[in-house]
């Protein structure tokens, strides 16, 4: 009797398993419902954006790129929805396994039941009971017996316990079953009107598109204006790094230090291993915003066959909005470049943190810099309904992709 109670018990190792996976579905369903909420606020975020920007009521990159944005959070939120769509079904499935399994069990245990009770009925004279005691051939086995009565009627109380949870667990699994499926019609519904708003844009991206190619001249010769800013403001960013090395290494050189790199003091030093450890958790240069515009090299949304470098990332904010440090430092220059606004560099440690796009700075050369501290107010062009700031990171003379350092939201 004992054996039979102890094979309708999945083994230890397959129950851990079976845990661990549980676990693991719950963190990853959590995590997809943290990024289509972070993925969802960036859709409100960027189309109250363009609806600023569509008051102009005239075409311009710059609501093309706001609207690509959108697109891309649009294309990233269905991937979501796509992957929370495969982690429900693997749980609708396992649910079903998991209800096939509890009613063989069931079924299992109620036939053994069934055998106990007729047994029981049989034998339930206590007459009987009292005659297998005394036929026994001594006090040993007669106590054998008694341990053996003893210990039936405890496994027909533990069997008839173990049946009223399987199917108390049978029906817990049951509601789980309907509400996965609950959940997942909602799923289907929300994926199909994303992917509607998305064919809804991606027409609308084409007819902009289209638009702006009738405008090619004048898209040309902005794009001329913005590269003649843009080497302005990478000419005046080396000229003070080159500045503040070459001070750095005369002051070096005086205290007996020839290091070639970027001399530092140990206040400098351990500033800069500060910044470089919190790559990836830097806090954004506005309060709230989208990228527009990314690092490196990629072809102009409109000219074919152009290319843009571009030295660092664009963030687009709302009207009114204020730039602010992204990490405890020293202001290092202050200038004004056309095309480009005011514009702040912060010195952190070997790192160097640039600003643009500002119509009024709050800061001045050598002012020490807390994190998330107010810079200055960003320009907002007037008729353009555009604010948005510029962030470059530098490592000495090189260029760094500010997206992998500050925090993905």
């Known amino acids: ?11 230890l190792f397959t129950l851990i398993l079976l ?20 993925l969802q606020k960036e ?64 079924a299992y245990l109620k036939s053994e039941y069934s055998k106990i009770i007729y047994y029981a009925f049989k034998h339930r004279s206590s007459y009987d009971k009292m005659m297998f005691i005394f036929a026994s051939k001594d006090i040993n086995q007669a106590y054998k017996r008694l341990k053996y009565i003893q210990q039936y009627s405890e496994y027909r109380k533990g069997q008839a316990q173990e049946i009223v949870a399987t199917q108390a667990e049978l029906i817990e699994k049951i509601a789980a079953l309907n509400n996965s499926n609950a959940e997942k019609t909602i799923l289907v519904s929300m994926e199909e009107q994303e992917k509607q708003n998305l064919a809804v844009e991606k027409a609308e991206q084409e007819n902009i598109v289209q638009k702006l190619q009738g405008k090619e001249q004048e898209l040309k010769d902005k794009l001329r204006k913005k590269e003649k800013a843009k080497q302005k403001l990478q000419k005046a960013i080396q000229r003070i790094i080159e500045e503040e090395i070459r001070k750095a290494r ?11 790199g970027f001399p530092m003091t140990p206040e400098a030093l351990k500033l800069s291993n500060s910044f470089a450890s919190n790559k990836g958790k830097l806090p954004w240069p506005v309060s709230q915003g989208v990228i527009t515009a990314q690092f490196g090299k990629h072809p102009h949304p409109v000219l074919a066959g152009i290319v843009i470098n571009n030295n660092g990332i664009d963030i687009s904010t709302t009207k009114g909005a204020t730039s602010r440090a992204i990490f405890n430092g020293v202001v290092s220059s202050v200038a004004i470049i056309p095309g480009e606004g005011k514009v702040v560099m912060i010195r952190h440690g070997e ?50 992709n500010p997206k992998y350092w500050i925090y993905r939201k």
């Not at 549980?22 to 997809?32: E, G, T, V, Y």
């Not at 710059?62 to 749980?91: C, G, V, Y």
């Not at 050189?253 to 070639?260: A, L, P």
């Open 351 to 400: 790192y160097l943190s640039v600003y643009s796009y500002m119509s009024e700075v709050f800061v001045s050369k050598g002012d020490k810099i807390n994190v998330k501290q107010d810079l200055g107010v960003l320009i907002n062009e007037a008729g353009k309904s555009k604010t948005q700031v510029h962030l470059e990171i530098w490592k000495g003379m090189t260029k760094l």
């Open 43 to 106: 859709i409100q975020l960027t189309n109250k954006l363009l609806k600023e920007t569509r008051k102009n009521k005239s075409l311009s990159v710059d609501e093309l790129l706001k609207l690509k944005s959108k697109i891309n959070s649009r294309s990233s939120l269905i991937a979501a929805m796509n992957s929370e769509m495969r982690l429900i079904n693997k749980e609708i499935r396992n649910s079903k396994q998991n209800i096939n399994d509890l009613e063989t069990e069931l």
């Open 1 to 11: 009797m004992w054996r039979l109670k102890n094979n309708s018990i999945l083994p």
């Open 19 to 38: 845990l661990v996976a549980s676990s693991s579905f719950a963190q990853n369903k959590k995590d997809l419902e943290r990024k289509k909420k972070k």
């Open 250 to 260: 005369e002051a070096a050189k005086k205290s007996g230090n020839t290091s070639k």
